[in-house]
């Protein structure tokens, strides 16, 4: 055998997966399709002397697991900012809501424009913090009965105030009437239901109350960013992977995996190059896996279960700006520069958001979107030359699928001259400073990633499609129903966002079944 392992894709999930492996001493390699590594993680240099992401940019949830800590990966060249205020939401009347870490501060500041929500929002965090602590700890499990048992039954997951049938309650319903039932302030309220709108499902959506509750543990451990650009976090990967005797390969695109005995026995590349392994892991989406990379191999009713899989009409799209200045909000002069130091919510009310989806639904772009801005060269000036700035605005929603056949190319440029217009709603003169832009629509979105659809989480996060549901039944515990196959994706439990769990949780099944009875343990 040419390796232990063989990744396919350099995504940060597959990354984080060959990483554990080869610091156990396993031959590792990796293989990207692209010349840059990173995947959806990924940094890159634009308009002369700009790094811009050309993926996820925010870094939440990877803070909640010990990745970071266990790969030692600021040996590696990783250095995380913090981002504080991580959100804050300015609206164009000048108000403005900031969301610290420090829970006393970010609930100060809610009590400067709605005293009740500010005990409200506290109660809130309280309410909701013990059971998603609990939910954080299944989520760096493969999911399996007996696993979520041990997370959810072994420990207390309500508040003091608070009983399982209310919580069981909570979590039937949308997180749109979540937030409708605890808040008073409409503004306050647009603004945690934009933040849950992240994952995907609209405010209506039942069973969703989870994706605002989670952001109660954002208090504990607060979101950063890595120094030099998102893609930091997957160079830093790579080259852990290479000091522990890994391999990480640029344009080297996967054509099929090799089927030998009943067992994935390795890659074959574009190149014609075949490269065999014991295991193989595949960092691909599920569709380009199991429809692409295995087409000689996947039975039809593997194929016909996958097709039933919902990975939805896409939802966002992206401008990346080059910036002669940062914006200026209607807020407080404070207020205004501390907003830059994290996302900025740009949504004036719940109404405004529930219009934009109603637009999706239409099959049209959001005639006035919803935005997150994101000016990371606030804090980080390696990201753009001395005296200018980067400038990202994510909005939703937008579908993959254009009614009535309509090009997304062909609009690309109206749709971005629409967010900017957006953004001078709550910035104003914010677009006269943008002198170069990358627009990522959904159709530049799935070309980049190779991402179905342009969805960023790879399938829905539907209640049905997580935890031991996700992607299928059959599937959720990271091993192919082909021996010796294994998957690290986003569309793998617990989900999308720049996390790592779904490729920490492989790797342990992974080294398991080396580990196992047909397995030899460490070749080294």
Not at 60 to 72: C, E, N, S
Not at 117 to 129: K, L, S, T, V
Not at 281 to 287: I, M, P, R
Not at 475 to 483: C, E, H, K
Request: charged fraction near 20%; charge should be neutral.
């Amino acid at each position: 055998m040419d390796n232990d392992v063989v990744v396919i894709g350099s995504g940060h999930n597959g990354l984080v997966c060959a990483a554990y492996l080869a610091k156990r001493g396993y031959r590792v390699a990796v293989f990207e399709r692209r010349d840059t590594i990173g995947g959806a993680v990924c940094t890159e240099d634009m308009f002369g002397g700009y790094r811009l992401d050309v993926g996820g940019s925010a870094h939440f949830m990877i803070h909640h697991t010990p990745i970071v800590a266990d790969l030692g990966l600021e040996n590696y060249g990783l250095e995380y900012i913090p981002m504080d205020p991580f959100m804050t939401a300015p609206f164009e009347d000048g108000s403005v809501y900031e969301f610290f870490r420090d829970l006393d501060r970010t609930c100060e500041s809610i009590a400067a424009i709605s005293p009740p929500d500010a005990e409200a929002y506290r109660r809130f965090i309280e309410y909701w913090r013990p059971f998603n602590e609990a939910v954080f700890e299944a989520f760096l499990k493969t999911p399996t009965p007996g696993s979520f048992a041990k997370s959810f039954f072994g420990r207390r997951v309500t508040a003091a105030n608070a009983n399982k049938q209310d919580l069981v309650r909570d979590l039937l319903k949308s997180y749109g009437r979540v937030v409708g039932e605890r808040f008073h302030d409409d503004r306050l309220r647009a603004a945690l239901a934009w933040w849950g709108a992240q994952s995907g499902p609209p405010p209506i959506d039942a069973a969703s109350a989870e994706f605002v509750g989670w952001h109660s543990v954002i208090h504990t451990h607060g979101p950063a960013r890595p120094r030099g650009g998102s893609g930091m976090l997957t160079q830093a990967l790579a080259r852990c992977i290479e000091d522990h005797g890994g391999s990480v390969y640029p344009n080297s695109e996967v054509r099929r995996i090799l089927v030998e005995n009943g067992r994935a026995a390795g890659v074959e590349l574009v190149s014609g190059e075949r490269v065999t392994a014991r295991r193989v892991v595949s960092n691909a989406h599920l569709w380009v896996t199991f429809a692409d990379l295995l087409s000689d191999w996947t039975p039809p009713e593997l194929r016909a279960r996958l097709a039933g899989v919902q990975v939805g009409n896409g939802f966002g799209m992206v401008l990346r700006c080059a910036a002669e200045r940062l914006p200026s909000y209607l807020c407080p002069e404070t207020s205004a520069s501390r907003a830059l130091n994290g996302l900025q919510l740009l949504c004036p009310s719940t109404q405004y958001l529930n219009d934009a989806y109603a637009d999706y639904l239409r099959g049209n772009p959001s005639q006035d979107p919803a935005l997150i801005a994101m000016t990371f060269s606030a804090i980080d000036d390696s990201l753009a030359p001395e005296g200018k700035h980067t400038l990202f605005l994510w909005g939703q929603y937008y579908p993959y699928r254009l009614r009535d056949g309509v090009d997304w190319d062909a609009i690309a440029e109206r749709e971005a001259d629409n967010m900017l217009r957006v953004l001078d709603r709550f910035a104003p003169g914010a677009s006269q400073a943008v002198t170069a832009r990358y627009i990522q629509t959904p159709r530049e979105i799935e070309r980049k990633h190779n991402m179905p659809n342009a969805n960023v989480m790879h399938v829905e996060m539907l209640i049905d499609q997580m935890f031991m549901w996700r992607p299928l039944p059959e599937l959720s515990r990271y091993a192919a129903p082909l021996p010796g196959l294994f998957l690290a994706n986003a569309g793998m439990h617990p989900g999308g966002g720049i996390y790592g769990a779904p490729g920490y949780n492989c790797s342990r099944e992974v080294l398991r079944s080396l580990r196992g009875p047909l397995g030899l343990g460490s070749r080294r």
